[in-house]
């Protein structure tokens, strides 16, 4: 007997009542808004009541007008726009234990137990050791008499999704972290503007792209656009790479 393949639906209000925000951190990249969108829509989908952290890990930590309920429409006509809407900002507040037990209290002030974090390599370093300290941090703040015994049982748990907002592509666990396609497509832009240039004056340009330790965005760019040479951080080039360099360019013929 044929078996039908099974399926998970989540329908609409299953989530009711849960708390939930979403934060953008560290460097902005274009994709954010997109991604902020879709949460806030999916959690009011879900019945969740969500909020806005504005300016990243410093909105959590000083909390106040910084942690604001987003609706339906306050996403509306954002997802065409670069950089994010809600802003980021880094926190040096935020790496101590003490920035963090102020952060854990405008959570439970305002009943959220879920937080979606859109950000890099630090930003999602720094939820994942939020993560794990929660239990001990509403214990503290249960110790200082700044919650309630029945608040420290009913906000136990907190839940954290991460989503790689980061034009590098230096993360695993996904195809293309959010950003890297539109900065990849502004670097071949650029490539095919200074070739013409090139071309003119017969001379060589040297272009730096970001990518800090990893060479995705540098190795795909010297692909498309034909370049004679790449450096990648995967690959640190010889001592002598400047004289390989020169006569790898010496060999190539100019158009006549």
């Not at 926190?91 to 003490?98: I, P």
């Not at 010889?238 to 190539?252: A, G, I, S, T």
Request: hydrophobic share 40%.
């Amino acid at each position: 007997m044929e078996q039908k393949a099974g399926h998970k639906f989540v329908g609409r209000g299953t989530h009711k009542g849960k708390g939930i925000a979403v934060f953008t951190s560290g460097g902005d990249s274009q994709g954010m808004n997109a991604a902020v969108r879709a949460v806030v829509r999916t959690a009011i989908y879900l019945g969740c009541k969500v909020y806005f952290i504005k300016e990243g890990y410093q909105g959590l930590v000083d909390g106040g007008k910084n942690i604001v309920e987003a609706h339906w429409a306050s996403v509306s006509s954002i997802i065409h726009k670069g950089g994010t809407v809600i802003g980021s900002a880094r926190c040096l507040e935020f790496r101590e234990r003490d920035g963090r037990l102020k952060a854990a209290k405008n959570l439970i002030d305002n009943g959220i137990t879920n937080l979606v974090c859109i950000g890099g390599d630090g930003s999602l370093t720094g939820a994942d050791i939020f993560r794990q300290e929660w239990s001990s941090l509403l214990d503290e703040l249960l110790s200082k008499g700044s919650i309630t015994a029945e608040q420290r049982q009913k906000y136990r748990t907190l839940q954290i999704a991460g989503l790689v907002g980061s034009i590098d592509n230096d993360f695993c666990g996904t195809d293309m972290t959010i950003g890297t396609d539109t900065a990849l497509h502004r670097i071949i832009e650029a490539c095919d503007a200074i070739v013409s240039t090139a071309y003119s004056h017969q001379r060589t340009f040297i272009m730096e792209v970001m990518g800090r330790h990893c060479g995705y965005l540098a190795l795909v760019a010297a692909l498309t656009s034909e370049a004679d040479y790449v450096f990648i951080p995967e690959s640190p080039p010889p001592d002598d790479w400047q004289k390989r360099l020169c006569d790898k360019l010496e060999q190539v013929e100019m158009p006549v």
